[in-house]
C-alpha cells in the first residue's frame, strides 16, 4: 500500500501492539482497541517557515503528517478553512480576542469532511467498493459526498431524528440511504446488521476506522499557523464522540514534539446537558463515562450517549489542563442565535454548544482577561435553519 514516507503503521491505543496499516484496517483484532496511525517523527522535516510557504488551500498541505498523500487522496480540497476574529464575542466574553474556525465552510458544510477524506481514502487503498456507517447525519452526508467521489457505494444508517438536509444530501450523492426509527443507538444496530451481513463493506465508522480522528486533527495545526504560532489558552469543541477532540490533542502534542510550538491548548469539551457523558465523568473526576440512559437533546451531533473513546477524551482534557461544560439546548440556541445576530457567523445547533459552553466557563471565571479563546463551529449553520429558526418562534418571534 503506497502511503507517505514517514506513516509507519497503526498502533492500539489500548495494548500496544503495532500493526502494518497494509493488513489491520479497523479495531485491534487482540483487544478491540481503536487503532492509531503512527509516524516517524524524526524523519519529518517541517518548519514554520517551509509550512508557511506553502498555500493556505487545503488540509492535505500538512501531508508530511497525514498517513496518504495528497495526489493519491480522494479530496476535495477540505479544510484550511477560515478563523475568524470576533471582537464583540471576546467583549462579551471579557477575554483578549475570540476567534470562531468556521468549519462551516468545508465541502458539506461540517468538520467530518476532514474525517471522512481520510478514511474514504483508506477505503480506496483498501481496494473497497462498498462503505458503510451510521451517523447522526453529518458524517454520512459526508461519507457518501466522498464515497461517490471515489466510486464507491456507500450505505448510510441514519436515525429518524436526522435532519432534513443530511437525508437529502445522501440521496443526492446517490448514497443507500436508510432511515432507522429511533435514536443513533438503533441507527447503530442496524449498522451492525448489515456489517454481519456484508462483511466486505468496509466500515467508515467513529472510532471503528483508525482515520477519522487522523483528518481531523489537521483542524489545531491550521489554528496555530493562522494565529502566527500562537497556541491559544482555549479551544471549546461541541463534543459527541470526541473524534475532534482526539484529533486535536494528538495534532498539538505532534508540533509540540516537532519543535513548533512550545505548549499545549486547553482543550474543554462542550455538551449538551441532556446527552453529556463526558462531562459527568470529568466533573466526578472518573477515567471513563458512564453511558446515558435517555438521551435527549436538539444538537443530533452531540447525542453520543456511550462515547467508547471517552477515556482517551478525558485524558485530553486533563493533559491540556482544559475541561469540560454543558448548558441546556436553549441556552444553546440562544447562543447560536446571538453569534449569527452579532458577528454573522452561521452556527447549526451542535456547534452553538461550543459557543454556549465558552460563556458559561467565561461566566465561571476560567478564563484570564488576556486570553484567547478559539470556539469550534463543526457545522454550517444553514444545516439546520429551520431548528435556529423555531428558537425564534419559540419566544414569539
Ligand atoms: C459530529 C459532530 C459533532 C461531534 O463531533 P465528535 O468529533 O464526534 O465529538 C459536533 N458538531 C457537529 C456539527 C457534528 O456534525
Ligand atoms: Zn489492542
Redesign the pocket.
Known amino acids: 500500500m503506497e502511503t507517505t514516507a514517514a506513516f509507519t503503521g497503526l498502533e492500539c491505543v489500548d495494548c500496544g501492539t503495532t500493526f502494518d496499516a497494509a493488513e489491520e484496517t479497523h479495531r485491534c483484532p487482540g483487544c478491540g482497541g481503536i487503532l492509531d496511525p503512527t509516524y516517524q517523527y524524526d524523519a519529518i522535516d517541517l518548519d514554520r517557515e517551509t509550512l508557511e510557504s506553502r498555500p493556505f488551500d487545503s488540509m492535505w498541505r500538512y501531508e508530511e503528517l497525514l498517513p496518504f498523500s495528497r495526489e493519491s487522496a480522494t479530496t476535495m480540497d477540505e479544510g484550511a478553512t477560515p478563523l475568524v476574529d470576533c471582537p464583540a464575542l471576546a467583549d462579551d466574553l471579557g477575554v483578549g480576542r475570540v476567534l470562531i474556525k468556521d468549519?462551516g465552510r468545508n465541502p458539506t458544510g461540517?468538520?467530518?469532511d476532514r474525517g471522512q477524506t481520510v478514511a474514504v481514502t483508506a477505503a480506496t487503498k483498501h481496494g473497497a467498493s462498498d462503505v458503510v456507517l451510521a451517523?447522526?447525519?453529518?458524517?454520512g452526508q459526508a461519507a457518501s459526498a466522498y464515497a461517490g467521489r471515489a466510486g464507491l457505494d456507500s450505505h448510510v444508517y441514519l436515525p429518524s431524528r436526522s435532519g432534513f438536509t443530511n437525508k437529502a444530501m445522501v440521496n443526492v450523492h446517490g448514497g443507500d440511504m436508510n432511515v432507522v426509527g429511533g435514536r443513533i443507538g438503533d441507527a447503530g444496530t442496524a449498522y451492525v446488521e448489515a456489517r454481519e451481513e456484508n462483511d466486505d463493506w468496509f466500515p467508515l465508522q467513529?472510532f471503528v476506522t483508525p482515520y477519522r480522528?487522523e483528518g481531523?486533527k489537521t483542524m489545531f495545526y491550521e489554528i496555530v499557523e493562522q494565529l502566527d504560532w500562537e497556541v491559544p489558552d482555549a479551544i471549546t469543541?461541541?463534543?459527541?464522540?470526541?473524534?475532534?477532540?482526539?484529533?486535536m490533542y494528538k495534532a498539538a502534542t505532534e508540533f509540540r514534539d516537532l519543535g513548533l510550538i512550545d505548549e499545549l491548548p486547553g482543550l474543554y469539551a462542550a455538551q449538551a446537558s441532556g446527552c453529556a457523558p463526558i462531562v459527568e465523568a470529568f466533573e466526578e473526576g472518573r477515567d471513563e463515562h458512564d453511558p446515558v440512559e435517555t438521551p435527549d437533546t436538539i444538537?443530533?451531533?452531540?447525542e453520543?450517549p456511550d462515547?467508547g473513546a471517552s477515556p482517551w477524551v478525558l485524558e485530553a482534557l486533563c493533559e491540556t489542563d482544559g475541561g469540560a461544560v454543558s448548558t441546556d439546548d436553549p441556552d444553546i440556541l440562544q447562543a447560536g442565535v446571538q453569534v449569527a445576530k452579532q458577528e454573522g457567523l452561521e452556527m447549526?445547533p451542535?456547534?452553538a454548544?461550543a459557543a454556549s459552553g465558552a460563556w458559561e466557563l467565561a461566566e465561571r471565571g476560567e478564563f484570564g482577561n488576556d486570553d484567547t479563546v478559539v470556539i469550534?463551529n463543526?457545522?454550517a449553520g444553514n444545516?439546520e435553519a429551520d431548528v435556529l429558526r423555531s428558537h425564534l418562534m419559540s419566544q414569539g418571534v
Do not use: D, Q, R, W
Not at 451517523?135 to 458524517?139: D, E, F, I, K, V
Not at 469543541?237 to 484529533?247: D, Q, R, S
Not at 444538537?299 to 452531540?302: I, M, T
Open positions: 468549519e461540517t468538520f467530518k451517523s447522526a447525519g453529518n458524517a467513529t480522528h481531523k469543541y461541541p463534543t459527541g464522540g470526541g473524534v475532534g477532540l482526539i484529533g444538537c443530533g451531533g452531540l453520543i462515547p447549526c451542535s456547534s454548544a469550534l463543526t457545522g444545516k
